[in-house]
C-alpha cells in the first residue's frame, strides 16, 4: 500500500480514509488490544467465578457458592490473616526503614550515590533470586543460626523460617530489604524539594535540627507518605514469587497468601470457579487501597486547580 | 552544614549508614562467595563463610553441567529462553508505547482519553485476574508452553506501563510543533520519525530498562505458561531447588542464582539513573 503524501483538494471522504487506514491501524490496533484484554479477562474471569467451572470453565449460575466455598476455607483464611500480618509490618517497617534512610542521605554525607545505588539495588534483582537467598540465610541449619553455633555460641536460636507461628516474619523481613529502598527515593525526593526559604525561615528562627525536621520538614512529607503506602500495600496484596521461593507457603500452610490461594485453587486442585472467585477477592482487596487513594488524589488535584 | 571539625554526631551518622549498607550488601556477598566455594566446603561448616580456595569450576557446572528433572544442560538454555522472551517483548512494547503514547498526547484523536485511561488501568490489575484467559487465548492459538506465547503476553501487558511512560513525557513537547509539521504536510508517520523519535531517547532508555527488568524477572507467567525445557530462567530456578532437595548443592546453586541475576543487575550497574527514574516515574506525577 502506497501513502500519498499530499491531499489533493476535492478528494473523496472515502479515499481519504483509505489512504489514512495504516495510521487509524497503528494508533488503534495496540491501544484496543490493550484495553480489550483488560475489560474482557476482567469480566471473563468475574464470569468464571459464578459458575460451577472445576477443570474446565463450562458455563452455569451457583450465584455466591465459590465465594462462600473459598472464604470457608482454612486456606484462605489463613491468607487473609498473613496479608493483613504481613502488609502493615511491611508497609510500615519499610516506611520507617526508607525514612531513616532518606534523612540520613539528606545530610550531605560523602558517597551519597554510592549508598543510594546500594540500597535500591535489590530491586533490580528478581523476586526468585532474593527469596531464594534469603532461604539459606534464614535457614536454622544453613545460614545464620549455624554460624552462629560454628562460632561458639550453641544456644542461639533463629529459627523463624521453620517455626508455623514466626515464618510470616521471614518474609517481612526479605521484603523490607527488597524494596525500602523505593521508600527512600520517594522520601529523599520529597526532603529534597523542600521550600528553601521555609528552612531558611525556620533556621532564623533559631529551630535545631531535630525541630526542623518534626516541625518543618516532614509535615511537607505526607502526601509521598501516602503514595508509597499505597504502592507498598499494592505490592503485599499481590505478593507471590518472593513467598514461592522463600517458604513456599510452609511450614504446612503458615505462609499462605492470596495470590498463592488463587494459583493453587487454579492449577493445582483445578477447581476454576473457585480459583477465579479467589482471584476477585484479591481484586476487591486491592480496590479498597486502591479507590480511596484515586478520589484523594483527585480531591488533591482539585484543590490545586481552585488555589 | 557541613562542619569542619567533623563532630561526633557526623561521625555516628556515617557509622549508622554504613551498617546499614553493610546489612543490604550481605545477601549479595553471600551469594557470590558461595558461589566460590565447593559444596562440600558449604556442607561442613555454613553458607556464610569465606572460600578456601576459589572453585570457579561452580560456574561451569551451573552453566552448562548440572540437572533439572532429567536434562543435565545446566543453566545456559533457560538464559536463552528468558533472552529470546525479554528482548522481543521489551523492542515491541517499547516501540508500540512509544507510538501509543505519541498518539495519545500530541496527536489527538476521538476517545483518546478514553482509551488511555482505560490501557493505564492495566498497571493495577493483579497478574491472578488474567491468568485463566490467558491460558484459553495461549491454548487456543497453539501458543501454550511456547516462548512465542510469553512474547505476546509481554508486550501486550506491557503497554499500559510504556505507554504511560511514553505519554507523559511526550505531553511536555509543545502542541504547536505538531500543528506547524500537520501544516506544512507531514502526517502521522512523518512526525513520529522526524520529531518525536529524535526527541525521544531519554524516555526511551527509561522504559527499555524498566521492560527488560521486569520481564527478565517476571515468574508467574513463565511458571504458569511454560514447562520443561521451555521455562524462563525464574521458573528453572525454582525447579532447580526443588530437583537438588534431598542432596544440596549449594556452591552450584549459587553459581546459578549469580548467573540468572547478572543480566539486570548489570543493567542497573550502567543504567541505575533511568532504572530509578522509572521507579519513581509513576509515583511521583
Known sequence: MTIAVSTRPGQPAASNWVRRLPEYLTIWVPLLLSAAHLIAFSLWTIWISFTPSTLVPVSGWVGLRNYSAVAASRNWQIALDNLLLFGSAFVLLSLATGLILAILLDQRIRGENLLRSIFLYPLAVSFVVTGTVWSWLLNPGLGIQKLVHDLGWTSFRFDWLIDRDMAIWTIVIAAIWQSSGFAMALFLAGLRSVDADLIKAAQIDGAGPIRMYRRVILPTLWPITITVIVIQLQFAISTFDLVRALTNGGPGIATQLPALVVYDLMFQRSLLGRGAAAAVLMLLILLAVLLPYAAWRYVQRRRAIHA | MRDPNFPPSRILIYLIVSLIAAAWLAPLAVVVLNSLRTNEEIAQGSMIGWPQHLAWSNYAAAWSGFCVAETCAGIRPYMLNSALVTIPATIFSTLLGAIAGYAVSLWRFRGDSWIYGIVTLGIFLPQQMRLLPWT??????????????????????????????????????????????RIDGAGFFRIFWRIILPLSPPILVVTVIWQFTHIWNEFLYGVTFTTGQQQPVTAALIALSAAVADIPQHGVQSAAVMIAALPTLLIYLIGGKYFVRGLTAGAVK
Request: hydrophobic content about 50%; overall charge positive.
Open chain 2, 136 to 181: 484459553i487465548v495461549l491454548r487456543d492459538t497453539g501458543l501454550m508452553n511456547t516462548l512465542t506465547g510469553l512474547v505476546v503476553i509481554h508486550t501486550i501487558q506491557g503497554l499500559s506501563f510504556t505507554t504511560l511512560f511514553c505519554r507523559n513525557y511526550y505531553v511536555a513537547i509543545p502542541q504547536e510543533l505538531i500543528r506547524a509539521a
